[in-house]
């Protein structure tokens, strides 16, 4: 194949992340959020937010970092953040699906992409926390503006959302104060239990 | 309204991208594709393709370009290509659009946005030639891959195609060959119309 073919069948298969659903409900509450959508809303408030980081990150990285972040899912489905069962399996499952995914690219352009996902995951550079905390802070608006269905679902408490929501502390200090707001409200509408 | 709120209030509007519904439906034929996770697979070939461009690009620009290229749907709804009536209104309502959801964000903010998205319409920079030649290229894949439901339904004629088409021949002639290919596979399977 050429090196366009390549880069097209990855293209196609990134199609099937439409069809990966999270415990996320749209804002509206008519349906689960799907991991694509998911991607690009990241990627779009990296944009808005960039001017809040207090390291300097460089935002082309950190769009390539989120555009592509979640494309292991496409194998491996999502993983819900308190479900500790499937937390367990799931660095093996994405890795495999890395393995196979990133795989379809050229040979460099494969392992720059699947370079960008292991960054995001490990979060130590400034790119990776910034996405990381973007990666927290969208989710509990879409849970917050919809109701809270999806915390009310499964039982979450405040202790739990306050240690999912960390990263935004480490990675969006700035954006921390709002986010405390946010699972104030939460307990308050008695979408989360304190 | 601090500039961190009105940002948080242009990212929880453009939620709603996500139900916005175009003609092209997901390669496996399930259902629709909406703009948001649309936006997000032009951007991830933008990623992709940028080695295949002949003159060179921003990558951030353009990344910046197609993540927002689509926020006026939102009031203006998406405008199936081949509809020569709502063709004709499309400016209009597009503009008004703008205007509205642009303007909840920081001034200086709204204006480069909304600075993308023209520059985006007026297809002239390298960047926005690029982003156009993507935003025809994603879709034929999605109707050639689906079953071309989209172009039966419609009646669309080769003619049609080409003449849509013509942007990748100017934003990636590289790919025109391969675009050539597509819409012969799309004739030769009775998609479209000769």
């Known amino acids: 194949m050429t090196r366009l073919e390549q880069q097209l069948t990855f293209s196609r298969e990134l199609d099937k992340l439409k069809g990966v659903l999270r415990q996320s409900m749209l804002m509206d509450a008519s349906r689960r959020e799907n991991s694509a959508e998911h991607s690009w809303h990241l990627a779009t408030l990296a944009i808005l937010l960039v001017e809040h980081v207090e390291e300097p990150v460089n935002l082309v990285r950190v769009l390539k970092m989120l555009l592509v972040h979640d494309v292991v899912e496409i194998d491996a489905g999502d993983t819900f953040?308190?479900?500790?069962?499937?937390?367990?399996?799931?660095?093996?499952?994405?890795?495999?699906?890395?393995?196979?995914?990133?795989?379809?690219?050229?040979?460099?352009?494969g392992r720059e992409l699947r370079g960008l996902w292991e960054e995001f995951e490990h979060r130590r550079s400034a790119e990776s926390k910034y996405a990381n905390a973007l990666d927290r802070l969208q989710p509990i608006m879409q849970n917050l503006y919809s109701g809270g269905q999806s915390w009310k679902k499964h039982g979450v408490t405040r202790a739990q959302v306050m240690d999912r929501m960390r990263a935004v502390e480490i990675g969006l200090p700035k954006v921390w104060p709002t986010v405390l707001k946010f699972i104030d409200d939460a307990c308050a509408a008695g979408y989360v239990q304190e």
Chains 1, 2 share one sequence.
Request: net charge negative.
């Open 81 to 109: 953040a308190y479900d500790t069962t499937h937390v367990a399996t799931q660095n093996e499952r994405e890795k495999r699906a890395a393995e196979r995914i990133f795989g379809l690219l050229p040979d460099e352009q």
